[in-house]
């Protein structure tokens, strides 16, 4: 088993959005966090991954992504199987909603502030107040690659591909996720092999950061 663990960021997010998993995993694991470059396809950004483990000096390692970093876990597993020990989906889907391909046009020409509100009332519950670090880095993140990002998740589709998951697999999913929702998530566990589900109670789609302690209580169950 490895004791590497690599941490796939969200779309509009940075390698910081994982802060709040640092300090559980870090005395059990090697952690590697990283940013998507701007990329077009699911595909290339699994590639990346892997290249990432090629100079990183890492043969195996367990996964875990959220949103976009899930989709890019998800195609690790089939591209790469051989160098994935576990596999953790948090807040992720086979085939997200339409509208990436509109956002990609909105980011290019004007950056990310029109959509900072929106987005982070999704990212968000209402309860949750300490949102300033995530409005800086959707704000700060790259208009190109994000909008390349948008382009790869538009034609992201999975369906009829969750049975070649051979991974051991852990599907995290946010009670009160509006991008993500529950259901979507049964539909992952119902398609992986003996993948299973926790649901994370009182937390929008960035689960790890609103609700950290039961995200990393289900994260370490599953590494």
Known sequence: MSDVVILSNSLGTNRDMWQPQLAALEPRFRVVRYEHR??????????DVVELMDASG????????????GAVGMQLAVRAPERLDRLVLACTTVRFPSGYLERATLVREQGTAPIVDVTLDRWFTPRFRERDPYRRMLLEAPREEYARCCEAIAAWDFRGRLSEIAAPTLVVAAAEDPVTPPEQAEELVA???????????????????????????ALLGAL
Do not use: K, W, Y
């Open 38 to 47: 701007g990329r077009t396809s699911i595909g290339e950004l699994a590639q």
């Open 58 to 69: 890492v043969e195996r390692a367990s996964f875990c992504g959220l949103s976009l970093g």
């Open 191 to 217: 398609g992986i092999p003996d993948a299973r589900l926790v649901v994370v109670p009182e937390a929008a789609h960035l689960a790890n950061v609103e609700q950290a302690d039961a995200f990393n209580d």
